[in-house]
T-cell receptor, first 115, second 114 residues
Framework: AQSVSQHNHHVILSEAASLELGCNYS??????LFWYVQYPGQHLQLLLK??????LVKGIKGFEAEFIKSKFSFNLRKPSVQWSDTAEYFC?????????????FGAGTRLAVHP | EAQVTQNPRYLITVTGKKLTVTCSQN?????MSWYRQDPGLGLRQIYY???????DKGDVPEGYKVSRKEKRNFPLILESPSPNQTSLYFC?????????????FGPGTRLTVL
């Protein structure tokens, strides 16, 4: 079955530090990849997604992610984090062996940014 | 305002007492889905619906039922809740489901089963 692994469960950074959150998915053909964010007390919302085309995807609030097919990875990056980036981040995939009707999430990464 | 709403937002109940969590969207989306979120496990899909009267199991459907009689509503039914169904539940919708579609999430329902 399709699965998603997020390597870091908890990340603590100081403001202005660079961020990279790892995400790998299991092999299974053509996939679409997503990063969702859940700010404290708020709904999950889409940060960015890869559907096709340029593997470097830019999202909201200065986030970007790079799809590396050979590594089955879709890591999330931000050059300089802010306190307001404190949230839980989820990588998700559809397609592959899971089919396009199901969205498979990773376990999530809790990011705490200290001023 | 385009949104997905869920009710109730918080619910404490006892084992075996049937309950329904409602979900409604006002975006005319065809696809709707239910997830549960547990610490360390992320979100896991319970059921999804591609359109009215079309539903299918996700990865953790045991102990849950759904129905899709109207396009805007997708209630989640727990016929006989058990403590292992204590969780945070999210409803989501998207225009069509399928490749590349962005899902829009509701605010969540925190359920405790004693």
């Amino acid at each position: 079955a399709q699965s998603v692994s997020q390597h870091n469960h908890h990340v603590i950074l100081s403001e202005a530090a660079s961020l990279e959150l790892g995400c790998n998915y299991s092999y299974g053909g053509t996939v679409n990849l997503f990063w969702y964010v859940q700010y404290p007390g708020q709904h999950l919302q889409l940060l960015l997604k890869y559907f096709s085309g340029d593997p470097l995807v830019k999202g909201i609030k200065g986030f970007e992610a790079e799809f590396i097919k050979s590594k089955f990875s879709f890591n999330l990056r931000k050059p300089s984090v802010q306190w307001s980036d404190t949230a839980e981040y989820f990588c998700a995939v559809n397609g592959g062996s899971g089919g396009y009707n199901k969205l498979i999430f990773g376990a999530g990464t809790r990011l705490a940014v200290h001023p | 305002e385009a949104q997905v709403t869920q009710n109730p937002r918080y619910l404490i109940t006892v084992t075996g007492k049937k309950l329904t969590v409602t979900c409604s969207q006002n975006m005319n989306h065809e696809y709707m889905s239910w997830y549960r979120q547990d610490p360390g496990l992320g979100l896991r899909q319970i059921y999804y619906s591609m359109n009215v009267e079309v539903t299918d199991k996700g990865d953790v459907p045991e102990g849950y039922k759904v129905s899709r009689k109207e396009k805007r509503n997708f209630p989640l039914i727990l016929e006989s809740p058990s403590p292992n169904q204590t969780s945070l539940y999210f409803c989501a919708s998207s225009p069509r489901g399928g490749a590349g579609d962005t899902q829009y999430f509701g605010p969540g329902t925190r359920l405790t089963v004693l």
